[in-house]
């Protein structure tokens, strides 16, 4: 029983870095209609970035995220304007070959400058745990939890009680409609690309302290991504924390009672089975194409 405890809470824990990875994979999607597949290398910059503010500066991963929030969103804004602005109201396979195509010359670039070696953070409290009832709580992890809780929060309250949030939700819902009735559609897809790009770099600040920091991380974290919206519902950013929550505690299971190889096949069945039978999420609020 102890085992299985001290599992569930790993995947939870584990579940909530998730959601907050895949919450702006679902944005982007729910309001420019693009699957991003170079949303993993945000991850993998915003994990970067706190990595070297640690090592240079000193900095502590946590103190870093400011930082990470604003140097990942320029960069989203930078991107959307440069590449993504050209392709709106194109064919999805040319967001599919244009993300894809960030993707590589954002890895092949962070390789270049980095190299492919593995990185760890290693901050004093990151040993730190307590016991509670013989389960093990680092409090690492539950800070990154927390903080992943705070993210997704603050994304909702930011779509559901701002001017700027409900634009972009009126976006998503009818882009014709919002341009009649006087809203910049195109500055909605820079915003809301910016604000995917950043708060999937805060993400990936706190996906640097539970995993190894490389150069060609953002591909897995891409497929993770999809994974969680693909149970949430796609396009449907609350119910990212819910897949997420169930894809943790589904890898969390499954590698302590089989093997971590095996539980990455048992992922992918799952989503085989939510596409066959709960394409729009477990909710039943995700896109449908």
Not at 85 to 112: D, E, K, Q, W
Not at 176 to 203: N, W, Y
Not at 206 to 225: E, H, I, R, S
Request: hydrophobic share 55%.
């Amino acid at each position: 029983m102890i085992l299985f405890l001290q599992s569930l809470i790993n995947g939870i824990l584990l579940g909530g870095i998730y959601a907050a990875c895949a919450a702006g994979f679902s944005l982007a999607f729910g309001v420019m209609g693009i699957v991003n597949l170079s949303h993993g290398d945000f991850v993998m910059l915003g994990a970067f970035v706190t990595y070297w503010l640690f090592v240079l500066l000193g900095w502590d991963p946590f103190l870093t995220l400011p930082l990470t929030l604003t140097i990942l969103f320029f960069l989203g804004l930078f991107l959307q304007k440069l590449t993504l602005n050209r392709i709106a109201g194109a064919p999805p396979i040319m967001s599919y070959l244009l993300t894809f195509g960030l993707h590589l010359v954002i890895s092949s670039l962070a390789l270049r400058a980095w190299t492919a070696d593995y990185r760890t953070l290693n901050p004093a409290y990151a040993g730190l745990n307590f016991s509670l009832c013989g389960l093990i709580l680092p409090y690492s992890r539950l800070a990154t939890f927390a903080l992943a809780l705070v993210l997704l929060c603050g994304l909702y309250l930011f779509l559901y009680r701002t001017e700027m949030g409900r634009a972009i939700r009126a976006t998503s819902q009818d882009r014709e409609m919002a341009r009649l009735l006087g809203i910049r559609v195109f500055k909605i897809f820079a915003v809301a690309f910016a604000v995917s790009a950043a708060i999937t770099g805060v993400a990936g600040s706190l996906v640097a302290q539970t995993f190894v920091v490389y150069p060609q991380m953002g591909l897995p974290f891409t497929v993770t991504a999809f994974c969680v919206v693909v149970l949430g519902g796609l396009g449907y950013v609350p119910g990212t924390l819910f897949g997420g929550l169930i894809l943790g505690v589904f890898e969390s299971l499954a590698t302590t009672y089989l093997t971590a190889g095996l539980s990455l096949v048992l992922t992918f069945l799952l989503l085989l089975i939510m596409l066959i039978f709960r394409p729009g999420g477990v909710f039943g609020r995700g896109a449908l194409e």
